[in-house]
């Protein structure tokens, strides 16, 4: 049997994310941007809770609880995403255009893209997977340095897609 999972790979199998209480459902991921809380490891962690102004997002009591997504108060507002320290929350809009969706990430390197930009878009393993185009590039001083990256990708790799290729310096 082969080993897959985050404690094995440190990238979550689908096994994983379909048993995951902060994975949207598919209807929902059409319908407007929401977040997508892929965290599936029961650490003592909360903070996207904390920053949810909507109370969308419950780790409860025990905090070593996976977080909840009550997907529909979620606005898709992504202050979840910065707040993450593992950088384990996007925000998916898979009703942003006919043949596309747009895809919130936490990006940490220099230089960050501009808008505009054609990038290498990358799955969980890093591995690039397809083009995308940066949408937005957001530092707001409350994001405590990590910066949120917004980038259109065609749907088809909607579900792959996570980040972006580090650019050159």
């Known amino acids: 049997m082969e080993n897959k999972g985050i404690v094995y790979t440190g990238v979550p199998s689908p096994e994983e ?95 960050l893209p501009a808008v505009g930009d054609q990038v290498e878009a990358v799955n969980r393993f890093g591995q690039v997977v397809c083009a995308g185009r940066i949408l937005a590039v957001r530092k707001p001083e409350a994001y405590a340095g990590t910066a949120v990256v917004s980038m259109a990708v065609p749907t088809e790799f909607a579900d792959e897609v996570r980040s972006m290729k580090r650019l050159p310096r």
Do not use: H, W
């Open 17 to 111: 994310l379909a048993a995951a209480p902060g994975v949207p459902s598919e209807e929902r991921m059409r319908k407007g941007r929401v977040a997508c809380i892929e965290c599936v490891q029961g650490i003592p962690c909360n903070p996207c809770e904390a920053a949810c102004r909507f109370g969308a997002i419950t780790v409860g009591e025990e905090i070593t609880g996976l977080p909840r997504l009550d997907e529909e108060k979620c606005t898709g507002c992504g202050v979840c995403v910065a707040a993450c320290p593992g950088l384990a929350i996007t925000v998916i809009n898979k009703g942003y255009g006919p043949s596309e969706t747009s895809i919130d990430f936490p990006f940490e390197y220099l230089p």
